[in-house]
């Protein structure tokens, strides 16, 4: 079955719609997606949904507020988050984003986990690290998923950058069986992820 799009938050105010596990009239668990721009999030959004609701953009920056939809095949509700790290955007439109994305994180109760999304090429960068300490903080938990996977060419560069992965975020407690490496484009190591969150 294809996705559903809830409902968008833009500001604080707003977050009072969001009550204990009830949501748009389904008391399902939410799960979080963050990650730095152009990390492609809404592609595995779009992926995991069966449909394109999410916005896809080659432009970064543009996803500022939480869309929350409805991932009908395993019963739970996907949260769009704001991407980190958009360079162009001012100081003070960052800092907003911020504070925003930390006050619906600590008023959700329904939130039972956040999946930080990593450039499989890239990271975790220095941007990655302060949002997982971030969320280390308000003790909440977090699946890791690197994207992109299909950039890396050959398995001596997968490999490589699979090791390179596991030990930068073994200062998290990253377990193994809580890393994944996918692509949504060339549809890789989405079948294990989707295993995983739909027994959440």
């Known amino acids: 079955m294809a996705g559903e799009f809830l409902l968008t938050?833009?500001?604080t105010d707003q977050l009072s719609q969001i009550h204990g596990q009830g949501l748009g009239g389904y008391h399902y668990p939410r799960f979080a997606m963050v990650g730095r721009s152009n990390v492609g999030k809404s592609s595995l959004i779009n992926v995991l949904l069966g449909s394109r609701l999410a916005r896809v953009s080659n432009q970064p920056g543009k996803t500022r507020?939480?869309?929350f939809y409805l991932w009908k095949d395993s019963k739970k509700i996907i949260v769009d988050l704001p991407g980190y790290g958009y360079a162009r955007a001012?100081?003070?439109e960052r800092d907003r984003?911020?504070?925003?994305?930390?006050?619906?994180?600590e008023s959700d109760e329904g939130l039972e986990r956040v999946l930080v999304l990593l450039d499989a090429r890239h990271g975790p960068t220095e941007i990655?690290?302060?949002?997982?300490?971030f969320l280390s903080s308000l003790g909440i938990p977090v699946t890791f998923v690197f994207?992109?996977?299909?950039e890396l060419k050959n398995q001596s560069m997968r490999a490589k950058r699979r090791k390179e992965g596991a030990a930068?975020?073994?200062?998290f407690q990253a377990l193994p069986d809580q890393i994944f490496w996918v692509s949504a484009k060339e549809n890789l190591g989405l079948?294990?992820?989707?295993?995983?969150?739909?027994?959440l």
């Open 65 to 67: 507020n939480l869309h």
């Open 147 to 150: 994207t992109k996977f299909d």
């Open 128 to 133: 990655d690290c302060k949002a997982i300490q």
């Open 97 to 105: 984003w911020g504070e925003f994305i930390k006050a619906y994180l």
């Open 168 to 171: 930068a975020l073994k200062g």
């Open 9 to 11: 938050i833009g500001n």
């Open 90 to 92: 001012s100081h003070t």
């Open 191 to 199: 079948k294990d992820l989707i295993h995983f969150l739909s027994d």
